[in-house]
Every structure is written in C-alpha cells, then in structure tokens.
C-alpha cells in the first residue's frame, strides 16, 4: 500500500515529502493490522484514520516543517495507542491460535 503513494511523484509532489508519505502509509497499514488483529475490531481503525485524515486537513497548507510535525504527532497518538491495546490483551499476541484461525489464514 505504500508503494502506491509512489505515484504521487507523477503528480508533481517532492522526492522526500513522497518517500515520508510511503514511510507513514506503510506504518499505518501495519499498525492498523495489528490494532485489528488485536482488538478483533474495524472501528479503532476508523477511529484513527479519521484522526489522521483530520490532522492533514488541518495542515494541507502548513509549510513542510509543520506537515512533518503534524505527521510526528499522529505516529506518536498511534504508537502510545498501540501500546495500549497490546498492554490490555497480551494475552492475544501471545496464545496460539486455534485451529479455525490457522485454516482461516490459509
């Protein structure tokens, strides 16, 4: 998915500003796996990409320097709620998964 963001280039955005935009857009798609994967829910997804389309609203005609703070700020929201929802259900990181989870995967 972050590859994608590649294309921007073709568009007329900046190396640099294009290869942070694939550094964030990979960061959160792993991030939101893992949210996912476990919360066992779509919604603190939403709830966070919402977050995240709102602060680059906010900053779409901020200078660079702000675009990469702003950005810095999410990545920092995202990581400090990660944490949290790995904290309250270790328990799901570190079980094994039952057999219909391993034949779903497959």
């Known amino acids: 998915f972050g590859l994608c963001h590649l294309m921007n280039v073709l568009g007329g955005a900046g190396l640099t500003e294009t290869i942070l935009q694939i550094f964030f857009a990979l960061a959160y798609g792993v991030a939101f796996a893992l949210i996912f994967i476990v919360s066992g829910s779509i919604w603190p997804c939403i709830l966070l990409h919402a977050f995240h389309d709102g602060c680059s609203f906010l900053s779409a005609d901020g200078s660079a ?42």
């Open 65 to 106: 320097r702000t675009n990469i703070l702003v950005g810095i700020f999410q990545f920092a929201v995202m990581i400090t709620y990660i944490a949290a929802v790995v904290k309250r259900n270790k328990t799901v990181l570190s079980r094994p998964a039952a057999p219909e989870e391993q034949n779903a995967v497959r």
